[in-house]
């Protein structure tokens, strides 16, 4: 392992470093994005905290490699935001088209936006996310009403929203709701998220009696709880 101020080379991999001064007599170490953020007492690596880092370079190296394949594809995906979007987890190419009024058509890889007026490249980001918003409605409507039928538990209203980082909600007063970047992840995933919250309507909690009757109608729940965790970075992405 070697070190310069602003990087950290283990094995042949650099990763970026910020070493910052903490109010802890101990070294804390955690990733903003793909840097590894190193507090420690006095702003600066002493040949002890350098010791620490070279003991934990197995936590580094871990960590590091599932933060930078997430931000890597985030990257990606910024990069390009207004030319593709991502629906029902398929990438899919984004086309402004100018017409008599402001419509959306979406089919296959292909979201078409029509719009009275040239659309601005900076304006381009809020147009896709309020289509992306539009679609999750419509396809969130659909879905828990299919599944609180075949549950045969009933909420009293649904209401498709801008989360800041939960997937979903479910209150007491029977009110169910579902983030709208859902439409951005496989249809499968959003099905698990739906059939989760109706599952609170009987259990308001995450009790072992509740991933009991989860798995009733998605066995393979845990799998995508994992699935859905690596793709949170998409939500706010819009913003
Ligand atoms: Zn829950």
Redesign the pocket.
């Known amino acids: 392992m070697t070190i310069t101020q602003d990087a950290l080379t283990i094995q042949g991999l650099t990763i970026p470093l910020r070493i910052r001064k903490g109010n802890r007599r101990r070294v804390l170490m955690t990733f903003a994005g793909n840097v590894l953020q190193v507090e420690t007492y006095t702003g600066s690596l002493s040949p002890l905290e350098f010791d620490f880092l070279k003991q934990n370079t197995d936590w580094i190296l871990k960590h590091y490699k599932r933060q930078a394949s997430s931000w890597n594809q985030q990257m990606r995906f910024v990069q390009h935001i207004t030319n593709q979007t991502l629906i029902f987890g398929q990438m899919v190419k984004v086309e402004f088209v100018q017409g008599v009024n402001y419509s959306y058509h979406f089919k296959e890889n292909l979201l078409t936006i029509q719009a009275p007026v040239v659309i601005a490249e900076v304006r381009k980001k809020k147009l896709i996310s309020s289509v992306l918003h539009k679609i999750a409605h419509a396809y969130l409507t659909k879905t828990i009403q299919h599944w609180s039928q075949k549950t045969g538990l009933f909420f009293k209203d649904l209401k498709v929203k801008n989360h800041r980082s939960k997937w979903g909600s ?1 209150s007491s007063l029977k009110n169910i709701n579902l983030n709208w970047h859902l439409v951005m992840v496989d249809k499968s995933l959003a099905e698990y998220v739906v059939i ?2 109706l599952m ?1 309507l009987k259990e308001m909690n ?1 009790s072992p009696a509740f991933w009991k009757a989860v798995a009733q109608f998605y066995p393979d729940y845990k799998k995508a709880k994992t699935q859905l965790g690596e793709m949170q970075w998409i939500i706010g992405i819009y913003e």
């Open positions: 479910c989760h919250e609170h995450h």
